[in-house]
């Protein structure tokens, strides 16, 4: 997938911009602060609508304006024999809350706007930052959202997965929060951790099966860099054994969760 040409327009301190790449690498140099990051987070937009940095929809218009827009042209690689497909080009939109249209809205080719999560897989991309280093050195959250971040663009229907998982924990933590004061909570309860063990073992499984893929990657660069002296393995540990499945270790951590709220 190549990105062709991309117009930038109120996305965080960027009034205008445009960006041409070169075919093979293009370099973005400039002072400290005139937005050479924003440039790139606003590529990386165009993989489903999220920011690498975790940037809320106010924080990501120019400060003042209703809307930041993004218009690029892409076309999706193919083999020298095949026929060249025709570039797509799209639009993304990001509107503060108090604009006509807040949140994130993209359109292809002209189509009428969808959310931007809907671009998931349609632009492939990979981004490293010095906040990466943090996937060795800090929290598993960070590793989990991380795989989290490659799914969404291999698999689009992950996307959809993750938001309800996400979703139910949101929901049971606002009962666990309210539980004695909700009438039948142990039912409800029931209800939420069912789904949840739903939920949670094919996003759990989905992970695994990425990890998988991407190991051989792993393992033969750091066998590279290593010259041969040291070897690295990377493992993926869910926290419920997969052939009993999440339900068991909810069941098990209720009154906990009770007691926490």
């Not at 809307?67 to 939109?93: C, G, H, I, K, Y």
């Not at 807040?102 to 292809?108: D, E, I």
């Not at 309800?164 to 606002?174: D, E, G, M």
């Not at 666990?176 to 309860?189: E, F, M, R, V």
Request: aromatic letters at 6%; glycine letters at 10%.
């Amino acid at each position: 997938m190549r990105l062709l040409s991309l117009e930038v327009t109120n996305y965080r301190n960027i009034a205008s911009a445009s960006l041409t790449p070169g075919r093979e690498l293009t370099v973005i140099c400039g002072n400290n602060g005139q937005g050479k990051t924003n440039l790139l987070e606003a590529i990386w937009l165009l993989t489903g609508g999220k920011s690498f940095r975790g940037g809320k929809d106010a924080e990501l218009v120019r400060r003042g304006e209703p809307f930041a827009v993004l218009e690029a042209s892409t076309l999706r690689a193919q083999q020298e024999e095949q026929e060249p497909d025709e570039p797509n080009r799209v639009r993304l939109t990001v509107g503060t809350p108090d604009s006509q249209r807040p949140g994130r809205y993209a359109s292809v080719n002209g189509a009428a706007p969808r959310r931007a999560a809907g671009l998931a897989g349609s632009f492939p991309a990979v981004v490293f930052d010095p906040g990466h280093l943090s996937l060795v050195k800090g929290s598993p959250e960070g590793r989990r959202r991380f795989l989290d971040a490659a799914l969404c663009q291999l698999y689009p229907g992950y996307v959809t997965l993750l938001r309800r998982y996400s979703r139910l924990v949101t929901q049971k933590n606002a009962l666990l929060k309210s539980y004695w004061q909700t009438p039948d909570a142990n039912g409800l309860l029931d209800v939420f951790d069912e789904k949840l063990a739903e939920s949670g073992a094919a996003v759990s499984a989905k992970r695994q099966e990425y990890l998988a893929l991407i190991e051989p990657e792993i393992t033969g660069t750091y066998r590279d860099i290593a010259s041969g002296s040291e070897t690295l393995a990377i493992q993926y540990e869910p926290s419920f054994e997969p052939e009993k499945g999440l339900a068991p270790v909810l069941r098990e951590s209720r009154a906990r969760d009770i007691a926490a709220g």
